[in-house]
């Protein structure tokens, strides 16, 4: 299942889920002759016994059979590392970066028979790789997400960007299709789209041999009804594309959408111009299943955790999530802060020209991926980086004005640890802290979230909303001790409790995220103190195989409220 919803009727899409060959080659270039293993696609590496800590490459081999000659394109939708795509010997893609899909380059005149798909897949921790790094969360190694193959026409629909707008008592929207014609020959293009029931109507356009074309339409919709937590109305878009004339469709895309609008003003954030307070979890796509390569079974089950908990908003703590739990918080009515992959790096590590270059294609895909789902409602970037420093606030600069570029409709913010040193508020629209009061400190959490809103307003984020985007503590499931020292479900609970009666009794507050779901396994040899012991972080509400600990109850009782 690439997705929750059929993304195309015309465009022919079969997902390539099963048992691969596998073969792990260490740090060599070749392709292997032969190959010893077997490996579930989409799968971690990981969770074979024969790997359970390899870090390398691995060769992933599969044969697939065209029925008639075709284009084809190869959808992946999660590769970790740092992935390269053999069609019958012929590279055809290269991809750095586990979180974020990517597409083959359209293969011409595919005959008919039988065809090899080589994956080559890296998660080694080296020089080049910047945002993956020895870290407080698993980089695990693998094709990690769904992967597809795509019987696709040389003239097809890239991608579509659906912006709903509410003016005058109703709702409107902006559509513009991206149509990409990689034949030798000009093409003349008829889009028509279907909005549920209501028709959308394209002009035509004529696309140049080679070249990319953006097709921009506008609507009126009296009849939708918004999408909101509480009512999380959905809506398919579907755009078919005609060819020179000819009366039946030859490519088609389909999209899930929503209507609302998501605002700031006075200190708070409005959804459909209602102010909203987020009650959530980070949550990090890891399980000691399954790694990062969640069923969809398993994604229900956070899911549902996390509305017992009475929560309304998840971040994707720290990179951009499969598309199937978008997809899911889409149809639940959960608020997403969606952010880019990159924690804790500092400004020696971001100095390198390679950060940046990865940061801003990792935003790129994220948001033009992701940008049609209602849930996303905030873009977060560079999850404690370097906003304390000069060099490091014009990379931040950089990546948020890029991501206004591609998206006006959403607020954008960064999580910092770096209280009254900070020097980034300016150029977010959120201002979201971590801070670890009666943690990492021993701070009242009530005293430090009015410093916190002294910072802001003294320091650049005067009159912007404020989020607590991460608190909370060490408890180790089954350790209950009446002592109620460190690391004993009882003393989570109690960091929970004072933390989350501090923040909800705040008005100015409009958010908190505890810090965690889920326990997470983290990498070894970190050097962490003894709260990283058995390599996993323990802050989770429930442990790694979802069993909820005391402070689950907490979260409840203040969530619920
Ligand atoms: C940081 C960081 C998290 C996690 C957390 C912790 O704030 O953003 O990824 O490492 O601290 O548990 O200490």
Redesign the pocket.
């Known amino acids: 299942m690439l997705r929750l919803f059929r993304t195309n009727e015309i465009r022919q899409v079969i997902e390539l889920e099963g048992d691969w060959d596998f073969e792990p080659i260490g740090q060599d270039d070749s392709i292997p002759a032969s190959y010893h293993y077997r490996m579930p696609v989409p799968g971690c590496w990981e969770m074979n016994p024969r790997f359970p800590s390899y870090r390398g490459k691995g060769v992933y081999r599969r044969t697939l059979t065209v029925t008639e000659k075709t284009a084809v394109r190869l959808v992946f939708k999660g590769v970790s590392h740092t992935a390269q795509v053999y069609f019958d010997g012929v590279e055809v893609a290269q991809h750095y970066n586990a979180y974020t899909p990517f597409t083959s380059r359209l293969i011409q005149e595919v005959e008919p028979g039988e065809h090899e798909l080589v994956v080559v897949v890296d998660n080694t921790f080296h020089e080049g790789s910047k945002l993956h790094i020895a870290n ?2 698993y980089t695990y190694g693998g094709i990690i997400r769904p992967v597809g193959i795509e019987y696709i026409q040389p003239v097809y629909i890239e991608r579509i960007q659906f912006v709903p707008s509410y003016e005058n008592g109703q709702w409107h929207a902006s559509m513009a299709a991206v149509v990409i014609n990689t034949g030798s020959t000009s093409a003349r293009v008829q889009l028509q789209g279907m909005l549920g029931e209501t028709p959308i109507r394209f002009e035509a356009a004529e696309i140049q041999a080679g070249a990319t074309t953006s097709i921009v339409t506008t609507g009126s919709f009296p009849n939708a009804e918004a999408w909101s937590n509480g009512s999380p109305n959905l809506y398919k878009l579907q755009v078919q594309l005609f060819r020179d004339g000819e009366q039946t469709a030859s490519d088609d895309l389909i999209e899930r959408v929503g209507f609302r609008t998501v605002t700031t003003a006075n200190g708070r954030i409005q959804v459909n111009g209602e102010d909203i307070v987020l009650k959530g979890f980070n949550r990090h796509e890891d399980h000691p299943m399954v790694g990062a390569a969640f069923p969809y079974q398993l994604m229900v089950q956070d899911m549902e955790l996390m509305l017992e908990a009475g929560s309304n908003a998840v971040r994707t ?2 990179y951009p999530n499969d598309e199937r739990f978008l997809d899911l918080c889409d149809e639940r009515g959960i608020y997403v802060w969606e952010e880019n992959h990159a ?2 790096l500092d400004i020696e590590h971001m100095r390198d020209p390679r950060f940046q270059e990865q940061c801003l294609v990792c935003n790129q895909e994220m948001v033009e991926n992701h940008y049609n789902h209602p849930s996303i409602i905030i873009w977060g970037i560079l ?2 980086c370097s906003s304390n420093t000069p060099e490091g606030k014009e990379m931040y600069r950089e990546q948020l004005a890029q991501i206004r570029g591609l998206d006006q409709s959403r607020p954008l913010t960064y ?1 910092t ?1 770096h209280r009254e040193h900070d020097i980034c508020f300016d150029l977010a629209d959120i201002i979201s802290f ?1 801070l ?1 009061p009666q943690w ?1 400190t021993d701070e009242d959490p009530g005293e430090l979230v009015d410093r916190a809103r002294g910072w802001t307003e003294e320091l650049g984020g005067a009159g912007k909303p404020i989020i607590m985007s ?1 608190f909370g503590g060490d408890g180790f499931y089954g350790m209950r001790d009446a002592s109620r020292v460190r690391g004993t479900e009882e003393r989570q609970a109690d960091i929970i409790e004072s933390n989350l009666a501090a923040y909800t009794s705040r008005p100015y507050i409009s958010g908190m995220f505890i ?2 779901f889920c326990d997470c396994r983290v990498v070894e040899d970190l050097g962490w103190l003894f709260s990283r012991a058995g390599t996993q ?1 323990s ?1 989770g509400i429930v442990d790694k195989y979802r069993r909820p600990k005391l402070a689950f109850e907490v979260v409840k009782k203040y969530f619920r409220q």
């Open positions: 407080d969360y703590s720290h924690r804790g999850n404690e999580a640890h971590n670890y990492y991460e810090w965690q972080n802050k």
